[in-house]
């Protein structure tokens, strides 16, 4: 295994050395995107990019789930500042778009990769998870694994903007309008995943997988992968994400975002959550507005 990763490990695999893996190692968050990761995927990308044993790459998460997604409960419960998060109103959206984009476009090596990328995904990859899954080239899901972007009912815009271009926009609309999940067999039927299987048959699927795409020389994936790639881009993927990762600021500093915030701080990230999914109403506009400032002004005291 290669060193020098904080949040996942990088390395070969021992029976077959074409196949490299990436493992995001962050087990106790249940694999959530903290600050130096996104980084890190790009450097372990362009390890395996570097070397010509290398042809295709897997992407992984190690323990229990692929990713909750960006590690939000620390800087939610926090008053200070975060590199998602400012306190100083009026916020300033280039200095969120700026570290977001740049999370985004490190994310977005695994689609940039020259050598095809799989992504292995058990039991959830949501919020920002799921855009590290819908940017791998295939995802191998078990059928019971949830996938979504349940951030979208409020502070929350998916940066990559690749529900559009993975699932079309009748289904993207039904799931960025909800925040609702689908669980792998749907994501299958949906075309969004290549195969669902049970848990016990994930890692002989994938492998599988992985090993029928080593077996095909660098130069042809490349250009495959290339065509491809260029389509989706010719339709103006640059363009949506750039709206898209603005708009992923703003979800978290208008009214709406700053009372999820001041409910998170004062009553813990997973009462937000649970009030966000739930279903219930979210306060929006004046109210919540009005809510924020009160339940920051009882802290306060």
């Known amino acids: 295994m290669q060193t020098g990763f904080e949040t996942l490990l990088y390395g070969k695999d021992p029976r077959n050395p074409r196949i490299a893996r990436i493992t995001l190692n962050r087990p106790e968050r249940l694999n959530a995107i903290s600050p130096a990761m996104p980084g890190e995927i790009r450097r372990a990308v362009q390890l395996a990019n570097d070397d010509d044993e290398v042809h295709v790459i897997v992407v992984q998460g190690a323990g229990r789930a692929f990713c909750a997604g960006y590690d939000m409960k620390e800087s939610a419960e926090r008053p200070q500042a975060h590199e998602w998060l400012q306190n100083e109103m009026p916020w300033d959206p280039m200095v969120d778009y700026r570290w977001m984009k740049g999370a985004t476009d490190d994310i977005m090596s695994l689609w940039r990769s020259y050598k095809p990328t799989i992504c ?73 995943a290549i195969d669902a299987v049970p848990p016990d048959r994930l890692d ?74 739930s279903g219930r109403p979210i306060p929006e506009g004046d109210e919540a507005r009005r809510l924020a400032e009160g339940m920051r002004e009882e802290q306060g005291r």
């Open 120 to 192: 292995r995904v058990q039991q959830y990859a949501v919020a920002g998870g799921s855009d590290i899954a819908l940017s791998c080239d295939l995802l191998v899901m078990e059928a019971t694994a949830r996938i979504g972007y349940m951030p979208t009912r409020v502070w929350g815009c998916p940066s990559t903007a690749m529900w559009l271009y993975r699932v079309g926009m009748q289904r993207a609309k039904r799931l960025l309008f909800t925040g609702d999940t689908i669980d792998g067999a749907t994501a299958k039927e949906w075309g969004l």
């Open 204 to 277: 002989a699927t994938v492998d599988a997988l992985a090993e029928r795409i080593a077996g095909v020389p660098r130069g042809q994936l490349m250009m495959q992968k290339l065509m491809i790639n260029q389509a989706y881009e010719n339709m103006g993927l640059a363009t949506t994400q750039m709206i898209a990762t603005v708009f992923d600021g703003i979800t978290r500093h208008n009214p709406e975002g700053m009372w999820f915030r001041a409910h998170a701080a004062k009553h813990g990230f997973h009462s937000a959550v649970e009030w966000r999914d």
